[in-house]
């Protein structure tokens, strides 16, 4: 339910200052180094590796922050979403996009299927050059049809969903008090991405009244594209880097 186009990009000055900024904000976050770019921040990991039992909160707000701080997610998000506009299709595919990574992220940590994190990682930067080019109308014009755009985000979910699981591994939490753990996280990344979401679809509504919308949209799908190119290069020098040590 989107609506892909064919428009070549603009030159609008105001267009290439805010791709600017768009890569640079990408660009610091590549090169904030690994402890960032797999969302492992220190202090969170060693708290969460003396805690035993139950511990809900600190489990919610860890999935709350790394879905809000999660920059490969969101740019999946902002372009599933870029070309909705009914309240309930957004809803469909929001919705498939969670059961989709709630799916593979409880499964993936319950019965831990280790994936390699940079490899993980890159299968979703992948997902947001796809969805650029889907949003660009690529797939009508190169192969001539057009993808199930549902599935796909489904399938999409299930990558990301395995990226969480991969996080919560590298925490090596404590067996005790397991699943209500996991499900506490699984609470706090749909909050954050509610709240991520929100904050998307309050920028995306306001830019759409604006006349400029349509000449400048091809130009962020387009930096979206290099912005998920980028992260998926970034996260296979990591693997060739850990493998070469």
Known sequence: MHRPFHKGRSRHPRARSFIILFFALIGLATLAGPAFAHAVAEGDKGYIQEITGIQLIPFLYLGAKHMVTGYDHILFLLGVIFFLYRPQHIATYVSLFAIGHSTTMLAGVYFDIGINSYVID??????????????????????????????????????????????????????EGLVPNLLAFNVGVEIGQFLALS???????????????????????????????ALTGYQIAGLFATSAA
């Open 122 to 175: 890159a299968i979703i930067g992948l997902s947001v050059v796809y969805k650029a080019l889907d949003n660009m109308g690529a797939y009508q014009r190169w192969c001539g049809f057009q993808p199930n755009t549902k599935a796909a985000t489904l399938i999409f979910g299930f990558f990301h969903g395995f990226g969480l699981s991969t996080k919560i591994i590298e925490y090596n939490i404590s067996p």
């Open 199 to 229: 904050a998307i679809l309050i920028a995306i509504s306001y830019w759409r009244w604006k006349p400029g919308f349509w000449r400048h949209a091809y130009t962020l799908n387009v930096a979206m594209m290099v912005a998920g190119f």
